[in-house]
């Protein structure tokens, strides 16, 4: 698959943009630091005035840039921030997507240092966001800054979008996209929210997984119940939401609700071939992610099984005593996080209806389970073929010396459903984080060769883009 | 079963008795406020003094009842109050235990008055522990006063006990206790830490409940894992922990332990028939835990699954987010407290090594799975037709005017246990308030009603004692 590695070429992109960013290296670590420095968790009710900070930090650097029609819009939660820089008469305008908004930080106790005290030590940067995905923005403005430092204008047009609700379901920006439509006019899509392959391999993401994901009540009584006095005689709401969730998925990995899988695409022999030359290590895999064993769907790989086919996680669940030692209680209500990763052709919205009904089948009497829709989005796939694909593969061979390998994630970035079926555009995932950077974990990290690289390819596939015919 | 109410007997007690008791009706209602207005909540620290001042209460009281090496035992934790009345030779002695401290107040929002400044208003008594187990000590101490007074010593030894730590594991008594042998040489023992059973009807409890409690750990990996990246590839802690606790008991309420029946006393037809005339009304016991239904265990009844019937519930579960809205991660780990609660002759030790082995048995592969034992304490029956539970019935039964009912505890009272098979007693549970009292809950109450009968009992009770033979 991989071609074997060789030189970069001798002068990937223009030389003074070159000495430009070999002479802004520590300022541009330091813009990073401090975009990672504000708390941005759009989930977190509390970190409202961070997400706004956040936006104004990047709106300044934006007007810094030269850009027109900067703007931080207000929506119901989390601001956008839009700006353009359309100096490329003729060329083909590129919509840029990346989001300031952050996972929560918690676990606390498992960082090592603060989650919002991000630092560069020994050339990796550790902190909330370093990885995903404000690394991204500040190469993305960084490479910009270098080209101005230059006197360089990019050969494309490009219209910027920074969302702040990427974590949390992105749903003022689903709000505005479709109301915005002439300020999104585009020939294609650029989002860099992915990474690069396992190993540190260059990679261009074509498939993303879509998700469904809502939450399970189960309620037995307004407050809890003495285990001695009751324990027999009334549903437990935890063993009920433990039977529910047994019921979703067999131990074959396997997605019980009927119907789940009536939509899905299968998978052809050539991808599957495709996919099982990739150079993936299931036991470095294993290995990283330190667990006992991995653990795929029946009758697929490990790799198609967390990136190609669909599947279900509980993502948290609780109730009753979680202290040390001993309450003899029966919980009053017990409580689950619930997801399903989809490809295409899923829709998050059958799929919802589908496990709704569903646990209501399976709910058991003597209790009352509620089944909430909290967001979804779907699944997107596009060609290698596609010139804008083949135009960011150049621009990675460039500066990294190896053709990048074409991959599909497990992950979901809601909005590149919405600017392939909403706006029509054609998009192109190119992102520069090594893939197991922790991005949802404590102690996420991004390296500064990455970083570095990454704020390189994008100089150049300014470039690369330009070739792309409008409209393709 | 019971039979039709009838007067009680002309003279229950002795006129002299019955005359000091009248006398004294407002000193000894002043005496339960009293005791009640210490807040010895045995769980919080910050009570630590007050666990104090309400052993020195008691104390005192005996000392005014001319009790011999009457002692504030210090622990590592409550003190234990013990004291003697040993002036019957020849006669059975009687270890008499109860308990002065109490469960938290909280939520304190919930109560209509301060739980710590109780009343007496409307011929009930308000505020925390005047059920349980304040009025029980008081009913006993007043008891004696009164036969005191009227110039009767009781005609069996008692030895006291009041212990400190009833609502926090009783962990210094259970130490004290083998060590104390000598001192606590008895034929048999009373608790008064029960009630009357559903709807203010005169009980004597012959049966507890046991419990074996445990924690089950399911780990994955050192940090969470993002949804999108791995879902498919790894087992899911909270997956595979719902998978468990669904193995452990069926929809039917049957306990799948391997082996967990084998030691059960099964229920006898005539203690089923005996059960089953219980006064007990199933749907305003539901509509009292406000549950959608009820839920027992297939092949018997409510009453029987909740009190002679052993029985699993998880006490609490917990894993990954648990916040409003979302995070797309796999939990790093799931974990559950899961009890059972055992029946005659069902050995904690025992059911937790099943308990164990059968978890490491269904777990899955891809997970760590611990299971950790937490504490156990077995379940006791005394005998109807043990003479020591005739003499307690015919006590109730000459103050109350009807037949006490025999029931069944779901709960466990651990001190039982120790009283049985360390000390080897026979055991009487009787006490007097009603089951509603709102024990565990805010405005927990007693009425004057029961606190009256159950002191004149107590009188009448040491009498009846006195023929129980020696060493039954």
């Known amino acids: 698959m991989t071609e074997p590695t060789r030189a970069p070429e001798p002068t990937p992109i223009d030389p003074a943009v070159e000495a430009a960013l070999v002479a802004s290296r520590a300022a541009r670590a330091e813009a990073?630091?401090?975009?990672?420095?504000?708390?941005?968790?759009?989930?977190?009710?509390?970190?409202?005035?961070?997400?706004?900070?956040?936006?104004?930090?990047?709106?300044?650097?934006?007007?810094?840039?030269?850009?027109?029609?900067v703007e931080v819009i207000r929506t119901d939660l989390h601001p956008i921030v839009y700006g353009r820089i359309h100096e490329a008469p003729g060329a083909p305008t590129v919509l840029l997507y990346t989001h300031f908004d952050v996972q929560p930080a918690d676990p606390l106790e498992l960082?090592?240092?603060?989650?919002?005290?991000?630092?560069?030590?020994?050339?990796?940067?550790?902190?909330?966001?370093?990885?995903?995905?404000?690394?991204?923005?500040?190469?993305?403005l960084a490479a910009l800054e270098a080209m101005r430092a230059a006197g360089k204008s990019p050969a494309v047009n490009i219209t910027f979008v920074f969302e702040g609700e990427e974590e949390f379901g992105s749903e003022s920006l689903f709000n505005w996209i479709p109301q915005n439509r002439h300020r999104l006019a585009a020939d294609l899509a650029l989002i860099s929210d992915t990474g690069y392959f396992e190993g540190n391999v260059p990679a261009i993401t074509i498939g993303l997984r879509g998700i469904m994901y809502a939450q399970i009540d189960v309620e037995l009584s307004p407050v809890d119940l003495h285990s001695g006095q009751y324990g027999g005689s009334v549903e437990?709401?935890?063993?009920?939401?433990?039977?529910?969730?047994?019921?979703?998925?067999?131990?074959?990995?396997?997605?019980r609700i009927p119907g789940f899988y009536d939509d899905v695409v299968?998978?052809?022999?050539?991808e599957r071939a495709q996919m099982a030359a990739l150079p993936f290590d299931e036991e470095a895999f294993r290995e990283e992610?330190?667990?006992?064993?991995?653990?795929?769907?029946?009758?697929?790989?490990?790799?198609?099984?967390?990136?190609?086919?669909?599947?279900?996680?509980?993502?948290?669940?609780?109730?009753?005593?979680?202290?040390?030692?001993?309450?003899?209680?029966?919980?009053?209500?017990?409580?689950?996080?619930?997801?399903?990763?989809?490809?295409?052709?899923?829709?998050?919205?059958?799929?919802?209806?589908?496990?709704?009904?569903?646990?209501?089948?399976?709910?058991?009497?003597?209790?009352?389970?509620?089944?909430?829709?909290?967001?979804?989005?779907?699944?997107?796939?596009?060609p290698i073929d596609h010139p804008a694909t083949q135009a960011a593969a150049r621009a990675i061979r460039a500066i990294e010396g190896v053709d990048p390998v074409?991959?599909?994630?497990?992950?979901?970035?809601?909005?590149?459903?919405?600017?392939?079926?909403?706006?029509?555009?054609?998009?192109?995932?190119?992102?520069?984080?090594?893939?197991?950077?922790?991005?949802?974990?404590?102690?996420?990290?991004?390296?500064?060769?990455?970083?570095?690289?990454?704020?390189?390819?994008?100089?150049?596939?300014?470039?690369?883009?330009?070739?792309v015919p409008s409209g393709s």
């Open 289 to 382: 992610t330190q667990v006992p064993a991995l653990v795929g769907e029946s009758g697929y790989t490990i790799l198609e099984s967390r990136t190609a086919r669909p599947t279900l996680d509980v993502n948290g669940i609780w109730g009753g005593f979680q202290g040390d030692g001993a309450k003899t209680i029966i919980p009053a209500h017990a409580h689950a996080k619930v997801s399903t990763r989809l490809v295409a052709s899923q829709d998050p919205q059958k799929v919802f209806e589908a496990l709704r009904e569903y646990v209501a089948q399976v709910a058991p009497p003597g209790v009352k389970v509620t089944t909430t829709f909290i967001h979804g989005g779907e699944a997107s796939l596009t």
């Open 236 to 255: 437990n709401p935890a063993n009920a939401l433990a039977r529910i969730i047994t019921a979703l998925k067999g131990p074959d990995g396997r997605v």
């Open 266 to 270: 299968p998978l052809g022999d050539a």
């Open 111 to 140: 960082w090592e240092t603060a989650p919002f005290e991000p630092f560069l030590r020994d050339g990796r940067f550790v902190g909330r966001g370093v990885a995903d995905d404000k690394g991204q923005i500040v190469m993305h």
């Open 406 to 467: 074409f991959i599909r994630e497990g992950g979901s970035i809601p909005v590149t459903a919405a600017f392939d079926h909403v706006l029509g555009l054609p998009v192109v995932l190119a992102g520069f984080p090594q893939p197991n950077s922790n991005a949802h974990a404590p102690n996420e990290w991004l390296d500064e060769r990455n970083f570095e690289a990454g704020t390189r390819i994008m100089v150049r596939l300014w470039d690369e883009l330009a070739s």
């Open 32 to 69: 990073l630091l401090e975009l990672a420095r504000i708390p941005s968790v759009s989930t977190e009710p509390e970190h409202a005035a961070d997400m706004v900070t956040a936006a104004e930090w990047i709106a300044a650097r934006l007007r810094g840039l030269g850009a027109t029609e």
